[in-house]
């Protein structure tokens, strides 16, 4: 058996792509890492890779994680300027025996050293979307210092081949207007992302200062261990997760996670209102889902044609003053 499932509609065309690499038996790193740079090179999507939005000095810093569920073995990049696609120098870092998490200026002099092609990653229409919010802003006569917006579309993909084996990928550009330097969920292991090709694996996407506190990835898997399924496993997180900060600090950012075990079978939660995600398996054809809470239940239904034109569309659409 083999699948993937991965976080947003934006991780489509990348899936689709690399549905034929598990199909003909190839390895799920090939294709998770297939998922990512697929969504890195589309400058459509702001909150990943070449187009995502920028910190508050108008500097896109990406972040990227990789795991080998045979091995455990992890790469990440963080605060990472001017390169292309993040994901495959995280997946370069998770061969290291040594040095496996590197950031800024190191992530950087590493991605040099191993040939990756240094790549402006600040667009026209990213520095648009910047001095755009900087006008609403003033005109809505708020503190003059920018503030991050709610947006938190980090893409994360797992998935299982036919020989067993899992990974689990991130990427995401963070926060819009985030400070310099800061760092979400998205490349720390067991929060933003887990795999073991012995259980199963999984990532996260929304407020990464709130999925940190729960190491949702990990616990996930630790559920899946003990015997619970993937969507029992991931309702049962982010419900938890969720109330614990409520009760503690009476609020909690937006909480989404998707999972799938060594079967293939596949789970997802989120605290959010249509959340989208996309899901292949050998006996599941390619799917975007929305899903939605009731009574702490999730439930799934298929994307509409009106819904998945009107997505690509709201994200191409001009930018307007």
Not at 256 to 277: H, K, L, P, R, Y
Request: proline residues 3%; charged residues 20%.
């Amino acid at each position: 058996m083999w699948g993937i499932i991965a976080t947003w509609r934006m991780a489509y065309e990348g899936i689709q792509a690399s549905e034929e690499i598990l199909a003909n038996g190839g390895h799920i790193g090939d294709a998770i890492e297939q998922v990512i740079k697929t969504v890195e090179d589309f400058p459509y999507y702001k909150s990943v890779g070449y187009g995502g939005l920028p910190n508050e000095e108008l500097q896109v810093e990406l972040d990227a994680a990789f795991m080998d569920g045979d091995t455990l073995d992890i790469g990440a990049v963080a605060a990472l300027h001017n390169f292309a696609n993040p994901v495959s120098i995280a997946r370069q870092l998770s061969q290291e025996k040594l040095n496996n998490i590197l950031v800024g200026a190191g992530a950087e002099k590493y991605a040099r050293q191993q040939g990756f092609e240094p790549k402006q990653m600040l667009t026209e229409r990213a520095i648009e979307y910047y001095f755009k919010r900087v006008n609403e802003l003033a005109l809505a006569d708020r503190q003059s210092e920018v503030q991050p917006y709610r947006g938190h579309d980090t893409v994360g993909a797992v998935g299982v081949d036919q020989q067993h084996t899992m990974a689990a990928a991130t990427s995401t550009s963070g926060l819009f207007m985030k400070k310099s330097g800061r760092v979400g969920d998205s490349p720390i292991v067991g929060a933003g992302f887990y795999a073991d090709s012995k259980i199963g694996a999984a990532t996260a996407t929304g407020l990464g200062e709130d999925l940190m506190k729960g190491c949702v990835s990990f616990e996930i898997v630790q559920m899946m261990k003990r015997g619970a399924t993937p969507q029992a496993a991931c309702e049962t997180v982010v419900n938890e997760l969720e109330q614990e900060l409520l009760e503690r600090k009476g609020s909690a950012g937006d909480l989404s996670v998707v999972a799938m075990n060594q079967a293939g079978e596949w789970g997802c939660a989120s605290t959010i209102n249509d959340f989208s995600f996309v899901v292949v398996t050998e006996n599941t054809p390619l799917t975007v889902l929305l899903a939605n809470r009731q009574a702490n239940k999730m439930i799934f239904k298929a994307a509409s044609a009106e819904w998945l034109d009107t997505y690509l569309a709201t994200r191409m659409a001009p930018i307007t003053q």
